[in-house]
């Protein structure tokens, strides 16, 4: 088998067995936004104008859920000295965990918005918009999320600092993303400009995240 | 196959770990490393295959794949397993086999090497510890690589599970691979040589570079 699909078979695998992080996702995605309208109350027309930003607020945080035992994992079990004894470059395994996390986490939280969009009173053109946003934008949430965890991938209690590292560096992302959802609701700027920023973000974040994520693992092994 | 050493040194945490090391060895042999607690072996195997960066020397594998780096000739039997406790024991090495681009996937084979093949379908998680080690020394089978470098192989193995690791290192510089192991017993291997990291670092180097320590009250 090839070095990159062994990674990714094995790290999805994981992801869904028992302790793996991807039905925690998904889960707590669903019990942030289904409390949302407890705290706010019945105002349906505030629910939907804010609806978009809090699904995009609880997938950024439902996607950190895993990120931080990442590297960290892999470092703790030795799994990270072969991991760099291999002959695949070290950015590419990276970037094959990257895939592997968002097909588990990410993934899932897009396929759920739709359902749990009924709960903000968004109606069938700004749930296609957020779906399409979610879509496009979880991806640059992992890659981004990729430098944080290999920075944290030493430090016991890692997870603490991989929020105040990568949410920072989320804020483009959270704010077009949410930007393109609206447009497509309300207006005024029309949904492709916002849009196609937050593809570029999510694509410039696909090559960025790997190449830092990597020198980052490679100073902390020495 | 020759991998050679000269004038190690290994600089870390304001010490020398360990400095002047030098060794040879060839395909067919075994170098045991010796050495107290805290003579640097650990860091001389894994400075070997740059987990650790050496702060000076050279090191040179002549015979090798030239396109290949020595780590990427080598396996490394660390003190950590490597292994996921959610999969299971066949899992785990065939992901092993996998990402180390292992021509041939004879999993079964090679736990049968280790005494596994019973186990093959349990989860890591259930196995102690001397199955666990067991586990990761499969993997040395699975992957075909000529350098061995092996940090206390035998512990937490019982007497029937270290003949048989013996019997597998035997095959291995049979085979032409080469050994390099850190050991505090005895390893029942012929043909070895023996490298003392006691009277190669003969004291930690605190004040021993004058220049260094000027600074200090």
Same mark, same amino acid.
């Given at each position: 088998?090839?070095?990159?699909?062994?990674?990714?078979?094995?790290?999805?695998?994981?992801?869904?067995?028992?302790?793996?992080?991807? *039905?925690?996702?998904?889960?707590?995605?669903?019990?942030?936004?289904?409390?949302?309208?407890?705290?706010?109350?019945?105002?349906?027309?505030?629910?939907?104008?804010?609806?978009?930003?809090?699904?995009?607020?609880?997938?950024?945080?439902?996607?950190?859920?895993?990120?931080?035992?990442?590297?960290?994992?892999?470092?703790?079990?030795?799994?990270?000295?072969?991991?760099?004894?291999?002959?695949?470059?070290?950015?590419?395994?990276?970037?094959?965990?990257?895939?592997?996390?968002?097909?588990?986490?990410?993934?899932?939280?897009?396929?759920?918005?739709?359902?749990?969009?009924?709960?903000?009173?968004?109606?069938?053109?700004?749930?296609?918009?957020?779906? *399409?946003?979610?879509?496009?934008?979880?991806?640059?949430?992992?890659?981004?999320?990729?430098?944080?965890?290999?920075?944290?991938?030493?430090?016991?209690?890692?997870?603490?600092?991989?929020?105040?590292?990568?949410?920072?560096?989320?804020?483009?992302?959270?704010?077009?993303?949410?930007?393109?959802?609206?447009?497509?609701?309300?207006?005024?700027?029309?949904?492709?400009?916002?849009?196609?920023?937050?593809?570029?973000?999510?694509?410039?974040?696909?090559?960025?995240?790997?190449?830092?994520?990597?020198?980052?693992?490679?100073?902390?092994?020495? | 196959?020759?991998?050679?050493?000269?004038?190690?040194?290994?600089?870390?945490?304001?010490?020398?770990?360990?400095?002047?090391?030098?060794?040879?060895?060839?395909?067919?042999?075994?170098?045991?490393?010796?050495?107290?607690?805290?003579?640097?072996?650990?860091?001389?195997?894994?400075?070997?295959?740059?987990?650790?960066?050496?702060?000076?020397?050279?090191?040179?594998?002549?015979?090798?794949?030239?396109?290949?780096?020595?780590?990427?000739?080598?396996?490394?039997?660390?003190?950590?397993?490597?292994?996921?406790?959610?999969?299971?024991?066949?899992?785990?090495?065939?992901?092993?086999?996998?990402?180390?681009?292992?021509?041939?996937?004879?999993?079964?084979?090679?736990?049968?090497?280790?005494?596994?093949?019973?186990?093959?379908?349990?989860?890591?998680?259930?196995?102690?510890?001397?199955?666990?080690?067991?586990?990761?020394?499969?993997?040395?089978?699975?992957?075909?690589?000529?350098?061995?470098?092996?940090?206390?192989?035998?512990?937490?193995?019982?007497?029937?599970?270290?003949?048989?690791?013996?019997?597998?290192?035997?095959?291995?510089?049979?085979?032409?691979?080469?050994?390099?192991?850190?050991?505090?017993?005895?390893?029942?291997?012929?043909?070895?040589?023996?490298?003392?990291?006691?009277?190669?670092?003969?004291?930690?180097?605190?004040?021993?570079?004058?220049?260094?320590?000027?600074?200090?009250?």
């Amino acid at each position: 088998m090839n070095p990159l699909a062994a990674i990714l078979v094995r790290d999805m695998r994981i992801a869904v067995r028992v302790g793996g992080g991807a *039905l925690m996702g998904v889960l707590f995605f669903l019990v942030v936004v289904t409390l949302t309208p407890f705290a706010i109350g019945p105002d349906l027309a505030l629910l939907k104008r804010i609806g978009p930003a809090i699904l995009w607020l609880a997938a950024l945080l439902a996607s950190l859920l895993a990120l931080d035992r990442m590297f960290a994992a892999d470092h703790d079990d030795g799994s990270l000295d072969l991991i760099l004894m291999g002959r695949a470059p070290l950015e590419l395994v990276v970037a094959v965990k990257g895939i592997a996390h968002w097909l588990t986490t990410g993934l899932p939280l897009v396929l759920a918005a739709p359902l749990i969009g009924l709960f903000l009173n968004l109606d069938a053109p700004a749930e296609l918009a957020l779906v *399409l946003t979610l879509l496009v934008g979880t991806p640059a949430l992992t890659f981004i999320g990729l430098i944080g965890a290999a920075i944290a991938v030493t430090l016991r209690r890692g997870g603490l600092l991989l929020a105040v590292i990568v949410l920072p560096l989320t804020v483009p992302v959270l704010i077009f993303g949410v930007a393109a959802a609206n447009a497509a609701v309300v207006g005024p700027v029309p949904f492709g400009t916002p849009f196609t920023i937050l593809c570029a973000l999510t694509l410039a974040s696909m090559v960025v995240g790997p190449f830092a994520a990597a020198a980052a693992l490679r100073q902390e092994m020495e | 196959m020759r991998l050679s050493a000269v004038d190690l040194h290994c600089h870390r945490g304001g010490r020398d770990v360990f400095a002047g090391v030098s060794f040879a060895v060839a395909s067919g042999e075994a170098l045991i490393v010796i050495g107290r607690n805290g003579a640097g072996k650990s860091s001389l195997l894994r400075g070997v295959i740059g987990l650790v960066r050496l702060s000076q020397g050279r090191l040179t594998l002549e015979g090798g794949d030239p396109e290949l780096s020595i780590a990427e000739q080598a396996h490394y039997l660390g003190h950590q397993d490597a292994l996921k406790p959610s999969l299971s024991a066949a899992e785990n090495l065939r992901f092993w086999a996998g990402f180390f681009d292992a021509p041939s996937l004879d999993i079964d084979g090679a736990l049968d090497a280790v005494g596994l093949a019973s186990l093959a379908g349990l989860p890591a998680a259930y196995l102690s510890a001397g199955q666990r080690r067991r586990l990761s020394i499969a993997r040395l089978i699975a992957v075909k690589r000529p350098i061995w470098l092996l940090d206390e192989p035998t512990s937490t193995l019982d007497i029937a599970a270290q003949g048989r690791l013996t019997g597998l290192m035997q095959a291995h510089l049979a085979a032409g691979g080469l050994i390099m192991a850190a050991t505090h017993g005895p390893i029942g291997l012929a043909n070895t040589q023996e490298l003392r990291l006691d009277q190669a670092s003969p004291s930690p180097a605190l004040g021993q570079d004058p220049d260094e320590e000027q600074d200090n009250p």
